[in-house]
């Protein structure tokens, strides 16, 4: 699945990236899906993998865009391994946090996240984009329908899963550093 970065404050982040956003993230995956569900249900097997991220349940702020078109492509995966399981067709969605990639090359970034995003993608980025890649392929082979590849994204995880409430709380309480951070 291709995706795209897209970050700013709700209120300062056009409709026309949110649309630009939804087509690339989103609307890409429903393409994809549509194309080649029948074709498995056809031959009776296959296999989809699709490209979420952690920011599809950890909604951190200044991300609102991202991190919808990334929750919808979790729920669409989520669905469709409920829909297809009787069809043998696996389902597996990828879940990562920062993975080395050329996401921000094409994103749409304020000017204050200037260089944020590849000092975090060079300092912070637990894994390798093959390292990821082989953990998917021997996840969607043991039948597991998520794959959440590094450990900073299982913590939050299982911090939202554990308290919800407290978890989107500590995020708030944790956004004024990100704003001295980006200043």
Known sequence: NAGVGLGGKFDEVSLEDWQWCMHVNLWGVIHGCHYFVPKFKQ?????????????????APE?????????????LSET???ELQAYNIAVNVLC????PTNIMK????????SGLADKLLMNHAFTTS???VKK??????????????????????WMKRASPSLYVK?????????????K
């Open 63 to 75: 991300m609102t865009a991202y991190n919808v078109t990334k929750s919808s492509v979790l729920a």
């Open 130 to 132: 093959d390292a990821v």
């Open 96 to 99: 990562p946090t920062l993975v």
């Open 106 to 113: 094409n994103g749409r970034l304020p000017s204050r996240y």
């Open 170 to 182: 500590l995020l708030g309480l944790g956004y004024p550093l990100f704003n001295q951070i980006t």
């Open 136 to 157: 998917t392929l021997n996840r969607l082979d043991a039948g597991k329908l998520y794959t959440i590849p590094q450990p900073d994204a299982k913590l939050f995880w």
């Open 43 to 59: 031959q009776g097997s296959g296999a989809i993998i699709n490209v979420a991220s952690a920011a599809g349940y950890t909604a």
């Open 80 to 82: 469709l391994a409920s």
